[in-house]
């Protein structure tokens, strides 16, 4: 049973930062691709970033270009999504999500979702 459990959530000012972790214990080998989507009160899922664990190349969506940067600790089947310069609109839920089944990360397809963590970004 895999499991990804997100940590690193918080209430910041905008501006601030907040670094996001996300932790997957189980089946490894998992990470053909792990990505953060976030989702915020009456709005669509939105995928935030992505990394293919082999190459370590990474994707992210065009609003956190920048901003965001998502890395990862094989060692520690951890991934990370550092988050510097944070907005009001970067409040949301966001989730980790692991091993994509889609052709590409962007359209939500994975296996493996944790729980979620909360970023709130007050003005």
């Known amino acids: 049973q895999v499991q990804l459990v997100e940590s690193g959530g918080g209430s910041v000012q905008a501006g601030g930062s907040l670094n996001l972790s996300c932790a997957a214990s189980?089946?490894?080998?998992?990470?053909?691709?792990m990505a953060w989507f976030r989702q915020a009160p009456g709005k669509e899922r939105e995928g935030v970033a992505a990394?293919?664990?082999?190459?370590?190349?990474?994707y992210y969506a065009d609003s956190v270009k920048g901003r965001f940067t998502i890395s990862q600790d094989n060692s520690k089947n951890t991934v990370y999504l550092q988050m510097n310069n944070l907005k009001p609109e970067d409040t949301a839920m966001y989730y980790c999500a692991a091993d994509r089944r889609g052709a590409s990360w962007r359209d939500g397809n994975f296996g493996y979702w944790g729980q979620g963590t909360q970023v709130t970004v007050s003005s």
């Open positions: 189980g089946y490894t080998d998992i990470s053909n691709c």
């Open positions: 990394i293919y664990s082999a190459t370590g190349v990474t």
